[in-house]
């Protein structure tokens, strides 16, 4: 599964890029607001940092707007992902932005038929938010299951990208579920080489080690 990471902020994507941990970072209108930074600055050195697909997204309500801003947004770099919402109109601008070899993530996807729609519009991404429907009771986790079933019955190429991403513990299961990327805040991802056993262990470790008097170095 490859991780991409769901902010824009430039120290946090620099750390865990280091590490090797990313293969792409995401961003949205609420997460360009947040870093406070003007949205082509920010995604040009977002772009230049990471080889990955870095999503920016649209925000035209209108098929025609949603093109046009995204040619923009492509100008930016060519690891550019065009970000488009699932309406009629999204999936009318996927259509021609892909049409013309560009990367489109099609985004606020929360039932099976959209992703769907997304693919038959061909979209390299589908973002399934899984969050925002356990913020509801529903089963966050069946949506992205559900999708992949859908996919692997007709070999669709449309990456299943599991977005809204809030705990360790979903990254786990939409790994199960065979989710092809999934993107969440950088604590998130930082958060999965937690375990108190782990904590506990070593605790134990250094104790006794102190007790040999030994030094390795
Ligand atoms: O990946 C989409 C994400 O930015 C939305 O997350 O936590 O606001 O539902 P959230």
Redesign the pocket.
Known sequence: MKF?V?TADVEAIAELNDLGMVDGV???P??IMKSGRDIKEVTKEICDMVSGPVSAETVALDADGMIEEGRELAKIADNIAIKVPLTWAGLKACNVLSGEGRMVNV?LCFSPNQALLAAKAGATFI?P????LD?LNLEGTDLIADIRTIYDNYGFETNI?A????SANHMKEVALIGADVA???PNVIKSMANHVLTDKGLDAFMKDWAKTGQKIL
């Open positions: 991409f769901d995401t961003t949205n609420s997460i985004t973002s938010f899984l969050g925002r913020d990208l977005a809204s991403i809030r993107t969440a805040p």
